[in-house]
């Protein structure tokens, strides 16, 4: 016979590692010839290979030569739980990964054992209660106000407020209330903290201030919220403005000032809220971004590619980690948007049809609208981020393939670049891998429906 193929190869690879299981009571009692015929169902043998009498136990591997005597540890499950889910699995695994790794993330000294944090974390995470109040107060007093004069006036000639406002306020007042509850939780999770305490201490191994790095990010969130806080505040002028003009009362003008007055302070609380909460997440995923640069550059200047199979894997569990405790938060935010963008976008097509427009009061509530596409911006921000992290991450190969070296084939950066591309690692939310195809795909979907709207 010729040389057999590969699809016999394999078959008889197949069958023979099936008959190692099956005849394992012969071997113990008949024993087995050193060298045996695989696959050979006419007696020809295709490849020759040693038959092992006895599988390995326990008690052998540690006296078999240049073996490595591995420190075997467990993943802190219990017995009762072994049959845990493979999420559980990998979280205590992440979790052993950062809290073991030497050079990564080293035992932080008692007095650094709370890493420094910006302001804004420690709001959220210190003082939950204080901002609840500061949500649920002004917005409680304008639906207050908003029913009562609907009960006291019922024949008003205006509404107390218009739908995108009234819309606008409730769909911040109710994402802000849920990225306190959401994000102050993960902040204050222990695993969320070890990977920043961790993060923070590789990231100042390069002479980085983590807070520093995102201080433009700060100065934009800033900008944006001032912006849209001074044009809802101009809406809600206009509107008193024309309140005034119309023939009504000075009781109903009145009340009108006040549910204004208290709309304000209710939105500028809230929208404050829900950027600070965007704003920390892209902190976060900013402070992952830097660390990555950091590695490149730990990697480059050492060529310890042995080392870097190591440290990548404490970076990897710092990536999944973080993105961990991020998802439920990051998914709020996005639901949020996109139900917000929705009833604006429903909205627009009922006002395109309406018949009898005034300018004044169309124009007012167009402008009133803006914080729900505003809304998704900065969601999208957010979901920038997270993309370009994760496009870092799926870089990082090819990357390390192109390292030059003394050895025309380096077997070790070889290996690292397969570790690297076969951990998966990148910015993940609930099992699914954040990319710049979905975020592009997000950005399209709004262009596409804002120029039909249009």
């Not at 983590?210 to 509107?239: D, H, P």
């Not at 440290?311 to 973080?322: F, P």
């Amino acid at each position: 016979r010729g040389i057999p193929s590969m699809l016999e190869m394999d078959s008889a690879v197949l069958r023979e590692l099936g008959a190692l299981y099956d005849s394992q009571q012969i071997y113990d009692t008949q024993g087995s010839p050193s060298i045996h015929t695989l696959g050979s169902a006419d007696g020809m043998a295709i490849v020759p290979m040693p038959r092992p009498k006895h599988f390995l136990s326990e008690d052998d591997s540690p006296n078999l030569p240049n073996m490595i005597q591995e420190d075997r540890r467990h993943l802190g499950i219990p017995q009762r739980n072994r049959g845990s889910q493979m999420h559980s699995i990998s979280k205590s695994a992440q979790a052993m990964i950062l809290e073991s790794h030497s050079d990564l993330s080293p035992a932080l000294a008692p007095e650094e054992d709370h890493p420094p944090s910006s302001p804004s974390s420690r709001l959220i995470t210190n003082c939950p209660k204080l901002l609840y109040l500061l949500i649920f107060f002004p917005a409680f007093c304008h639906i207050f106000l908003v029913v009562a004069f609907g009960m006291l006036y019922p024949a008003a000639p205006i509404a107390a407020v218009n739908a995108f406002t009234l819309a606008s306020l409730m769909l911040y007042g109710l994402l802000a209330t849920t990225c306190v509850f959401l994000l102050g939780n993960a902040l204050r999770s222990n695993d969320l903290h070890l990977a920043t305490a961790r993060l923070h201490v590789f990231v100042s191994d390069f002479k980085l201030r983590w807070n520093e790095m995102s201080g433009k990010e700060w100065r934009k969130y800033t900008v944006a919220w001032c912006i849209m806080l001074l044009l809802f505040t101009a809406t809600q002028c206009t509107e008193t403005y024309l309140a005034v003009s119309e023939d009504v009362t000075t009781e109903i003008r009145v009340f009108k000032h006040v549910i204004q007055v208290f709309s304000i302070i209710s939105f500028t609380v809230s929208s404050a809220v829900v950027l600070l909460s965007a704003y920390l997440q892209s902190h976060l995923l900013i402070g992952l971004d830097k660390s990555l640069d950091c590695w490149c550059c730990q990697i480059v200047e050492h060529l310890n590619f042995p080392r870097g199979v190591e440290t990548w894997n404490a970076m990897q569990a710092l990536l999944k980690c973080v993105g961990r405790e991020l998802a439920i938060s990051f998914l709020a935010m996005q639901f949020m948007a996109s139900i917000g963008f929705m009833y604006f976008l429903v909205s627009g097509v009922t006002m395109a049809f309406r018949t009898g427009i005034e300018v004044a009061p169309f124009l007012v509530e167009s402008l009133s609208s803006l914080p729900l596409p505003f809304l998704l911006l900065v969601s999208m921000r957010v979901t920038a981020h997270g993309a370009d992290l994760t496009e870092k991450c799926r870089a990082m190969p090819a990357f390390v393939n192109q390292i030059p070296t003394h050895i025309l084939i380096d077997l070790d950066r070889q290996y690292l670049v397969h570790f690297i591309a076969d951990s998966s690692a990148g910015f993940t939310v609930r099992d699914v891998k954040l990319t710049r195809e979905v975020f592009l795909k997000q950005v399209y979907i709004f262009v596409a429906m804002v120029s039909g709207l249009i």
